[in-house]
């Protein structure tokens, strides 16, 4: 530093001494040097009084003190930076301890501060400040003591204390962040643990050849709607009437979901999720909206591009699953 450079650091090593005796300006006479930018004592005195705060600043002892001052009885500070209607207006006037300062209303003071409607501080007792500084570097009976009085009270005012408030915004910010991300962990956590299927009313389908495919439906709570048999793989027409009656079903329950039960390994492989024989000729005006509806469910994966009609339509007609693909499939997902 500036007050180094001008060899006023011996000056400022005897004024902390404060051995009874001493005088500062007789102390300072020594330093006094026109060549060093030192013209009298007095300027001398208040270099080494410069060094002086600048040593205290540096204190650890002293600075974790008073960061636990602030921390105990640190107020948080907002007012009005401009005027004007905004979202916070409640922070216009607003003080509250540190200790007790919510993290929902740090971030919000925070984004106020940032879009420049609020001016932030955190305050702190400079009296409690000065005395706890004092305390530890003060030695009564010198007429040295003012010196270090005087670079006590400038270490606090101008190094220490808007060092320290910074620290304590930090740690409020980072509090409320973490506060933040649990809660939203914990909202997630429920959403995503909620049935995606919850409220709706749900189809199943269960594969048959020689006795048909089995159809259930049930609705929110699980009742049983309806339950139907269809012969799909019996000829055109059987295949015909299953569609008709399917179609008849979905429009009357209002089904939303299809629970299927897949028992051809040719038609699992054809793609991830494969809606076909039978049922391909009445989805497939649907399946756009089919891929919405699964894009809002799947966190994974925007488009539902996943969902295909098969393209083997008979071997994909043994695909199905009834009531008891219906509870599991509701059970499960």
Request: overall charge negative; charged content about 25%.
């Amino acid at each position: 530093m500036i007050a180094k450079e001008k060899g006023v650091q011996p000056l400022a090593d005897a004024i902390f001494a404060q051995r009874r005796g001493d005088d500062p300006l007789r102390l300072a006479q020594a330093y006094v040097s026109e060549e060093k930018g030192v013209p009298d004592a007095q300027t001398a005195v208040q270099l080494a009084q410069d060094i002086l705060a600048e040593q205290i600043s540096d204190d650890a002892a002293i600075r974790a003190s008073l960061r636990a001052l602030y921390r105990r009885t640190g107020m948080l500070r907002a007012v009005a930076a401009k005027e004007g209607e905004s979202v916070y207006a409640q922070y216009a006037d607003y003080r509250e301890p540190v200790l007790r300062a919510a993290g929902h209303r740090i971030l919000a003071i925070n984004r106020g501060e940032r879009e420049e409607w609020l001016k932030v501080t955190v305050e702190c007792d400079d009296e409690q400040a000065l005395q706890i500084i004092c305390r530890a570097v003060i030695e009564p009976g010198s007429a040295c003591c003012d010196v270090v009085r005087a670079a006590a009270k400038d270490a606090w005012g101008r190094l220490i204390s808007p060092s320290l408030e910074r620290e304590i915004r930090n740690e409020l910010t980072d509090k409320a962040n973490e506060g933040a991300i649990r809660v939203f962990g914990d909202n997630l956590h429920q959403l995503l643990m909620q049935p995606p299927v919850k409220g709706f009313v749900t189809m199943g389908l269960d594969p048959g050849y020689s006795h048909g495919c089995k159809v259930a439906v049930v609705d929110e709570t699980g009742k049983v709607l309806d339950t139907t048999v269809v012969y799909p793989t019996f000829g055109e027409k059987q295949k015909q009437d299953a569609i008709t009656k399917l179609s008849q079903l979905i429009k009357k329950d209002n089904v939303r979901h299809l629970a299927i039960g897949i028992h051809n390994i040719r038609l699992a492989l054809d793609c991830d999720v494969v809606l076909g024989g039978f049922m391909a000729k009445f989805l497939e005006p649907y399946l756009p909206q089919l891929r919405d509806q699964l894009a809002q469910l799947d966190p994974f994966d925007a488009a539902g591009a996943y969902l295909h009609l098969s393209r083997y339509p008979k071997h994909a007609a043994l695909i199905g699953a009834a009531l008891y693909f219906v509870k599991q499939f509701l059970d499960q997902v």
